[in-house]
């Protein structure tokens, strides 16, 4: 994980985000609403990095204790 860019490393985020996500049996609305958004537009952007779209740490966090995950997880790269 030491030699990627920036983009990638908000793609990984973004996959393991919808991963854990769907594990949970979440829906983009659902997780979007528990986060307190009225749209799934944040949510549905910056997991596929929609126009540069991506998670702040914050939103991480908040996403870590609605799945109820280690933050880690999120930076996790699929080998």
């Known amino acids: 994980m030491h030699d990627i860019t920036p983009e990638q490393l908000y793609q ?8 854990h996500r769907k594990a949970k049996g979440l829906s983009q ?4 609403l528990q986060m307190g958004y009225k749209s799934v537009s944040v949510v549905s ?3 596929i990095c ?7 740490l914050e939103q991480l ?13 999120f930076f996790k790269q699929d080998d």
């Open 50 to 56: 929609y126009s540069n779209k991506h998670f702040n």
């Open 45 to 47: 952007g910056a997991e």
């Open 12 to 19: 990984i985020i973004g996959k393991n985000v919808a991963k």
């Open 61 to 73: 966090l908040k996403i870590s204790q609605i799945l109820d995950i280690e933050l880690c997880n």
């Open 29 to 32: 609305l659902d997780l979007s």
